[in-house]
C-alpha cells in the first residue's frame, strides 16, 4: 500500500530565507505528483504537477523536483514571504490522489 | 469562470438525519471526486467518478451514496448521519488523460451533533 510521508509537520522562518518541503512515498508506480497549497478553513490550490517523466517543474518561486528512485519529492520555496504562510500538501497519482498530511509552514515578517 | 463549486458551506446536523452535499464543474471534465478531510488523517477519497454514468468506491466509502447527475454535477449523500462523519468535504475534478490534475472546490464543514 502506498504510504506518502511528509516532513517536517511544521515549520517556522523568517521572511527572505529559501526553504525546502520534503514528501516521501514507499511506492515508485506512480503518473505524477502534485504539489497544493492550502490556506485555513479554505480549499486546495495546485501548485505544480510533475509527470513520472519529468525530475522537476518550475512555476516562479516555486520549483519541485521528483525522484522516483529514492522515492522523494522536495518543493523549494525561494525569498519566502509572510503571504506562503500556509499548509503544503503533495498527493500522488496512481490513478487515484493518496495526499500526505502536509507541511504547516509560518513565515514571519 | 468558477471552477468547482459546492454547496453548502457550512452544515450541522443531528445523529440519524441526512443531507446531500453538491458539487458542480464548469471545466468540462470527465472525473469527479468527493474526500473528506479530518486532522491527522490527511484527505481521504470516499467516491469517485470516471466518467458521467460510472462511480466507484474509494478508500472511506461506509455510509455514503453519491450520483453522478450529468457530466456538471457530482452530489454525495449522507442517509443517516453519524458524529463519525463530522468533517470537511472536498469534490474535484479532473480530465481523464494521465495528465489528470485535479482542481478541488472550497469545501463544506459538516458537523454532526
Known amino acids: 500500500k502506498q504510504e506518502v510521508t511528509q516532513i517536517p509537520a511544521a515549520l517556522s522562518v523568517p521572511e527572505g530565507e529559501n526553504l525546502v518541503l520534503n514528501c516521501s512515498f514507499t511506492?515508485?508506480?506512480?503518473?505524477?505528483l502534485q504539489w497544493f497549497r492550502q490556506d485555513p478553513g479554505k480549499g486546495l490550490t495546485s501548485l505544480l504537477l510533475i509527470q513520472s517523466s519529468q525530475r522537476e517543474q518550475t512555476s516562479g518561486r516555486l520549483n519541485a523536483s521528483l525522484d522516483k528512485s529514492s522515492g522523494r519529492s522536495t518543493l523549494y520555496i525561494a525569498a519566502s514571504q509572510p503571504g506562503d504562510s500556509a499548509t503544503y500538501l503533495c498527493?500522488?497519482?496512481?490513478?487515484?490522489?493518496?495526499f500526505g498530511t502536509g507541511t504547516r509552514l509560518q513565515v514571519f515578517p | 469562470n468558477a471552477g468547482v463549486t459546492q454547496t453548502p458551506k457550512f452544515q450541522v446536523l443531528k445523529t440519524g438525519q441526512s443531507m446531500t452535499l453538491q458539487c458542480a464543474q464548469d471545466m468540462n471534465h470527465n472525473s469527479m471526486y468527493w474526500y473528506r478531510q479530518d486532522p491527522g488523517m490527511g484527505l481521504r477519497l470516499i467516491y469517485y467518478s470516471a466518467s458521467e454514468g460510472t462511480t466507484d468506491k474509494g478508500e472511506v466509502p461506509n455510509g455514503y451514496n453519491v450520483s453522478r447527475l450529468n457530466k456538471r454535477e457530482f452530489s454525495l449523500r449522507l442517509e443517516s448521519a453519524a458524529p463519525s462523519q463530522t468533517s470537511v468535504y472536498f469534490c474535484a475534478s479532473s480530465d481523464s488523460s494521465v495528465y489528470n490534475e485535479q482542481f478541488f472546490g472550497p469545501g463544506t464543514r459538516l458537523t454532526v451533533l
Open positions: 498527493a500522488l497519482n496512481t490513478d487515484k490522489l493518496i
Open positions: 511506492d515508485s508506480a506512480i503518473y505524477n
